[in-house]
């Protein structure tokens, strides 16, 4: 059961402009979100996170939004930089965070 | 501090044999998780350790089972492997803090299973 979606697989976008990720949920129960960013053949690096008591979190270029009417998130990456170019999870948790739940991943490719 | 490792990077077995694959926490961790990722999904939560105990199973057959030892480091075994069990497999570490509902896990590299 697809808990968490990402339905776009890839995002190709200009350095210095903004990149935007989404995500959709179906579990009302999830309180807990977080995005990983995973390069090849390493592991998901945690980029950031928010409780489902905010709508937004900010940290540095990078900013969570959540839309809990809408079940919906979005990572907001601006300015863009080539570096960031990597695959994007999107992951959620309810309770006790024993099992997260993770999308199928957006690759985010960003040209100079 | 030392981050999460995982031990070997790469495994080939043949159907039915069995394997173990190994995770250290990160330093000051007492939790772990194991997931498995297929090509081109997402990671799938197989279970998680907390204090030595099992703290929550997802939808993985008893053949994959696992153990988490005094040091916080952990197992996973996979019995009588499928081809599908390729995949990789990767281990993450958290702090779980007493009446804290939510902890950031850490990954680690993860280890590339192929099942012939």
């Known amino acids: 059961d697809q808990q968490v979606k990402q339905n776009s697989p890839s995002l190709s976008v200009q350095e210095g402009r903004i990149s935007i990720l989404n995500c959709d949920y179906t579990n009302s129960m999830f309180d807990y979100f977080l995005w990983y960013k995973k390069y090849p053949a390493e592991g998901p690096t945690f980029l950031i996170s928010?409780?489902?008591?905010?709508d937004k979190n900010e940290d540095g270029r990078f900013t969570v939004f959540l839309n809990k009417s809408a079940k919906h998130l979005s990572l907001h990456i601006v300015p863009s930089q080539p570096g960031d170019s990597a695959v994007y999870f999107c992951a959620a948790s309810a309770n006790n965070n024993n099992d997260m739940r993770f999308g199928a991943g957006t690759r985010l490719t960003v040209k100079p | 501090e030392t981050g999460v490792t995982q031990s070997p990077t790469h495994l080939i077995k043949t159907r039915g044999q069995q394997v173990t694959l190994r995770c250290s926490s990160q330093s000051g961790h007492n939790t772990v998780s194991w997931y498995q990722q297929a090509l081109g999904q997402g990671p799938q939560f197989i279970f998680q350790y907390y204090r030595e105990e099992e703290n929550g199973r997802g939808n993985f057959p008893p053949r994959f089972s696992g153990l988490q030892f005094p040091n916080y480091s952990s197992e996973l075994n996979v019995n009588a492997l499928e081809l599908d069990d390729s995949a990789l497999y990767l281990c993450?570490?958290?702090?779980?803090?007493?009446?804290?509902?939510?902890?950031?896990?850490?990954f680690g590299p993860g280890t590339r299973l192929t099942v012939l």
């Open positions: 928010i409780s489902s008591i905010k």
């Open positions: 993450a570490s958290s702090l779980r803090l007493a009446g804290a509902s939510t902890d950031t896990q850490y």
